[in-house]
């Protein structure tokens, strides 16, 4: 696929709005909107891709070398540095990593944090990084094996059956919140919309779709809070993850065209674009950090999370500061 420059520093921004997240617990919800645009992304790249390898089928490339070529780049992209950070990890002890070594190694840390209901504290941001890897299984089999009368018809089945599953969940595991947010099938329509993008630049340029998708999502958002009282906050919480994934794909197309003007100078900022492209790293990293900044105080009497509020807001943003910085040191380092 043709470079867009722009992409990385929507990387960098999904990255951060994560760090803030986990570094201001509580206070500001932006961590799930970094994840989930994460997913919008990796749906459109990973299917612009696929796509591009159907083309290359129809030329006389064999299935095994497609299918190779494919696993061969995101094994080389994704297995290498996971696997030496979750192999760390259990070989010092910390963070549960003998515990959950299982389900670290397997990408199945989402399915357990399913079945328990709630997430294994520093290590439990892994479980979007399981989801993806799960999606990276089925779905180039769906896009390279498809027939392509179907192909878009199979992409927007993918997309409607994610707020279905999540409906189903709330009524009859209705206590089971994580469930509803972590596992492969209920975060399938930002994965599926981003397809469908890809999909849609390739055949018609894409600009209807992604229009659509964002006015769609502009509008529906606040009805997002009238439907919560309608129908008891069940229905509206299955919706609402759709509705975020439209107005993703359109902020993605959008930023995949490239923005002019004032837009342009934040977007292709050199320090914004170098944060995209080590985005994994640091994302992979980033909670370890807030632990040892915490921990190495407390070595030297220094009891910060627990002090006043001003004290506590210094620490919360040298928090963010290390954090950070150091992820982005041991991405470069990976």
Known sequence: MKYMVQLDSLRAFAVLAVIFQHTWSGVFELGARGVHLFFVLSGFLITGILLK??????????????????????????????YLTIIAIAIIGAWHGRELFFWNITYLSNIKSAIEGNFENTIAHLWSLCVEEQFYLIWPIIILLSNKKYLKKIIIVTAISAPLFRLLLYWFVPNNLTAQYVLPFACVDFLALGALLAYERRENGGERYARTCLIAGIILFPLFFVMSDFFAARAPMALYGSIEALLCVGIIHFTAKGFGGFAKKIFEHNWLIYLGKVSYGIYLFHAFVAVIVVKSSALVGIHLVNGPTTVRYNYLMNTACCDLFCSVFCSVKM
Do not use: A
Not at 58 to 81: A, H, M, Q, V, W
């Open 53 to 82: 390898y159907r083309i290359d089928i129809e030329n006389g490339e064999s299935l095994y070398d497609t299918f190779r070529k494919f696993y061969i780049r995101r094994t080389l992209r994704i297995f290498p540095i996971y």
